[in-house]
């Protein structure tokens, strides 16, 4: 009865909270019938004029009464205006700016279309670029050009997303070369990473040295670090908002290009045209291809001592995305992303005699992959209702299998031993969500909306078969954790509010629930942003959020391996939540240089870690709450930056002061330590001159202190330990001589020690010739042009000593990218 009585309360605690998230709804509306009543509304879709690609975030004004606003995530604008004559101007950076003037008599639909500004000298875009930014009142985001992203020098020639956001204030990459990218002191885990709407679980290609997001395919890439609106959550630390491409409606056009590692094709195109379109993307690696003729050399050499030995990895990724326009008020998306690595070792050797037969066969096979969809529908309701529903589809795989197979016979004796291991983890979500945009007049925006998430996680499952000759070794059995469902649901409501000219602000309030296995927890978490002018190129801004997260990625890894296991929040696994608070300056110097300041602090709670001497198969025999533990976080820092956005040379240069920690009770005696990717400084300088039309250099400067990393406390460390004792590439770093080593392997404290300070650069040309029907492309570079010996990894050596006799314990630096050149070339037709 008690049971009973307290699960009654929770569902009238519930039903309460949903009636009034509802009243608030239909209060809404009701305030939209009347104030919009008051006003002419001019609405319409802002689309680029060769292709037919809706423009997000145009700015729209009237150059009479200065009222303005900008596009949202599908081109769709409403502007009210009194009646009256009316001067329409819209501008986009990069396009040039269109005027339309009428006489505003009625609610008028007006679909606009820009061109391209084609010019090479400077394109100054009064209301776009680092003036938008003085007037938003969203703080902490920044927003990625696709052809900077493209121009920039990377490892390989492998255009990377990832890669790039490693690069801005706030950000901090992973080890040596990989896509992995922690935000203001967050986890992997909390970064909300969405394509076209539907999250990522894993962003890494390779092991972690590229990134799943073909850039040919993408049309805009936005990063929000803090003040999140409230139509965001579900994670702590950051957004990353990566929008496809919707398909040229006008002409059949496409690119490809040939690297060193990898090729790809993009195609797109009108089915009917200004009514469908359609665009396919595809890449794939080719490592495994190259290797073949120097595996078969060595085997036709060496087959008769070790057997036969194939091995490779490769990965391959696919973009799809279907555009059509129903009517004038309806239009439908379909999009889809298909990804999977595949590394695979196998080793055959066989022997025949006279008397005697022996057969070994070794398969081992490693792959993971991403796949999601999106089903959309965009309305227009009404002059200032737009609303976006969207049907969604994500599944993240990991499978490890091991495969050996022995067979032995001698004159009448036979044996025989045949294994199969499996291994895998997954996470599965099926998601419906839907958007609502109502400019209720030109001092309020109200977005608002909800969506429903069902997860099933399989944390980790193990499937083991033996057939043998021997009595008693046979078995099929399976371990592990699988089919889990979680369900997540959550309703926000959030207004953009003009109080006058200079104060602007973003006031919401973003309510969450989670149901697992008998569990509900819910979370209400408000949202405020703020923006005051100082004057009309200086603003000062602030913002204040919670956030609360009831997925949680297990990690005992560092480099990108896709080892890493999504778990549920459960009975005894509370869900994490944090609240960070920032405030900055944004600056528009000459409508040319965009100038930010900002500050933060972020606290988070309920975080989550394996326990010492634990791990991700750990999973297959022990419960999810046995082998995790629980604990906090601080993390807090200043960041700077100045971009320049337009122009022949374009670039930033960021820089960020931080600090990050965690406290375990369960982990280093319960003592606070460093994060592992806490790095007092981080700095780069990134840039891009087009010399000529067909000429562009690019460079990246990248510096960042060293990585934290553990060492047994007992293991004394001299005062010259960070000093190079050796000019040889490995960098050694030793240790006292009369150091000894604990047989217990104790250590005080987690990640007591740091990796020497990174630094690097990287250098690119971009040769572009027009030729007849297509533009070419030559891309050369280098990644870390100065050879560098940045530490990948640290690890325990000995050096020996001819003269004495004696070995000595030192650490050893292992570089793996010390130079590494590229070239691409690719065709734009």
């Known amino acids: 009865m008690p049971a009973l009585h307290v699960h009654l309360k929770q569902n009238l605690l519930n039903q309460t909270y949903m009636k009034r998230i509802f009243l608030c709804f239909l209060a809404g509306f009701f305030v939209y019938s009347f104030l919009s009543a008051q006003k002419i509304s001019i609405s319409g879709i802002i689309s680029d004029q060769e292709t037919g690609e ?22 769709f604008y409403v502007l009210h205006v009194s009646k009256g004559p009316v001067k329409l101007v819209c501008s986009y950076i990069g396009y040039n700016s269109k005027i339309v003037e009428f006489k505003a008599t009625h609610d008028t639909v007006i679909n606009l279309s820009l061109s391209q500004n084609l010019q090479i000298e400077e394109v100054v875009v009064t209301d ?85 997001f073909n850039a040919d395919a993408v049309k805009n890439v936005t990063l929000i670090k803090g003040g999140f609106p409230a139509r965001y959550g579900g994670r702590l630390s950051s957004v990353v908002d990566i929008r496809l491409k919707e398909g040229n409606m006008k002409n059949w056009e496409g690119e490809g290009s040939i ?76 999009s889809a992303y298909l990804g999977k690595d595949k590394f695979y070792l196998r080793n055959k050797y066989k022997y025949e005699g006279e008397d005697e037969y022996n057969n ?121 954790i699988k089919n889990i469902p979680g369900n997540e649901f959550y309703v926000y409501l959030e207004d953009d509010i003009t109080f006058s000219r200079r104060l602007k602000a973003n006031v919401g309030g973003h309510f969450s629930m989670f149901f697992i296995k008998g569990k509900t927890y819910y979370s209400p978490e408000p949202r405020a942003s703020a923006r005051f002018l100082i004057t009309d190129k200086l603003s000062l801004k602030g913002s ?8 949680n990625l297990l990690t005992n890894s560092t480099i990108g391996l896709p080892t890493d296991l999504w778990v549920p929040s459960t009975k005894i696994l509370l869900p994490q939540k944090s609240w960070q608070t920032a405030t900055g300056l944004a600056y528009n110097l000459n409508n040319k240089y965009e100038i930010t300041v900002e500050g933060y602090y972020k606290e988070m709670e309920n975080l989550v870690e394996f326990k010492e001497g634990s791990g991700f198969f750990s999973l297959g025999f022990e419960s999810l709450d046995d082998i995790t533990t629980q604990g906090v976080g601080k993390s807090y820092g200043a960041e700077f930056m100045v971009q320049k956005s337009s122009g022949s040379f374009r670039g930033w240069l960021s820089y960020t002061l931080s600090k990050s920690n965690r406290k375990f009770e369960e982990i280093s005696y319960g003592r606070v330590f460093p994060f592992t990717y806490d790095r007092r400084h981080n700095m780069a300088i990134v840039g891009s001159y087009d010399i000529n039309p067909n000429f562009n250099f690019s460079f990246s400067w990248t510096y960042y202190t060293g990585q934290a990393f553990t060492l047994p406390d007992e293991k004394s460390i001299s005062a010259s330990y960070f000093e190079r004792l050796s000019s040889d590439i490995s960098g050694d770093y030793w240790y006292n001589d009369d150091s000894e080593y604990p047989s217990d392997g104790y250590f005080e404290t987690r990640n007591n020690y740091r990796m020497p300070d990174y630094h690097r650069l990287d250098i690119g040309v971009n040769l572009k010739k027009n030729l007849q029907r297509a533009e070419r492309t030559w891309s050369f570079g280098a990644y870390n042009a100065y050879f560098r010996p940045n530490a990948f990894i640290i690890y325990e050596g000995y050096d020996y000593s001819p003269l004495t006799g004696e070995s000595k314990s030192v650490l050893k630096q292992l570089s793996i990218f010390p130079f590494v050149p590229y070239f691409r070339y690719s065709l734009k037709f």
């Open 54 to 75: 809706s423009m997000l975030s145009a700015n729209i004004y009237d150059e009479f009464t200065l009222n303005g606003t900008v596009s949202n995530n599908y081109g």
């Open 360 to 480: 070994y066969d070794t398969d081992f096979g490693l792959g993971w992959g991403n796949i999601t969809t999106a089903l959309r529908w965009n309305h227009i309701h009404s002059q200032s209702l737009f609303s976006n529903l969207a049907a969604t589809f994500s599944d993240y795989t990991f499978l490890t299998e091991v495969k050996d197979k022995y067979e032995y016979k001698y004159e009448e004796e036979y044996s025989f031993f045949d294994l199969e291991v499996e291994y895998y983890s997954r996470i599965r979500d099926f998601g419906l969500k839907y958007d609502f945009d109502l400019p209720v007049n030109n001092n309020n925006y109200v977005r608002y909306g909800m969506n429903y998430t069902l997860h099933t996680f399989s944390p980790g499952v193990g499937a083991f078969r033996e057939d043998s000759d021997v009595e008693g070794w046979d078995f099929d059995t399976t371990v592990g």
């Open 544 to 551: 204040y959020v919670w956030m609360t997260q009831y997925i």
């Open 128 to 212: 776009k670029g680092p003036q938008q930014t003085v007037q938003s009142t969203q703080m902490s985001q920044i927003e990625l050009k696709v052809a900077d992203i493209k121009s920039a020098p990377v490892l390989l020639g492998e255009v990377d997303i990832i890669k790039t956001l490693q690069l801005m204030p706030g950000v901090q990459g992973g080890t040596e070369g990989s896509s992995g990218f922690f935000v203001r002191g967050g986890a992997p885990d909390q970064n909300l990473i969405l394509l076209d709407g539907v999250p990522v679980y894993n962003v890494n290609h390779l092991f972690g040295f590229f990134s799943v």
């Open 259 to 334: 690297g060193l590692l990898s090729s790809k094709l993009t195609v797109e195109g009108p089915i009917k045209k200004d009514t469908s379109s359609i665009l396919i993307s595809g890449r794939r690696t080719y490592y495994d291809i190259l290797t073949y003729p120097f595996q078969a050399l060595y085997n036709k050499s060496y087959a008769g001592e070790m057997g036969k030995i194939r091995f490779g990895a490769f990965f391959y990724d696919l973009n799809l995305k279907y555009n059509h326009i129903l009517s004038s008020k309806d239009r439908i998306y379909l």
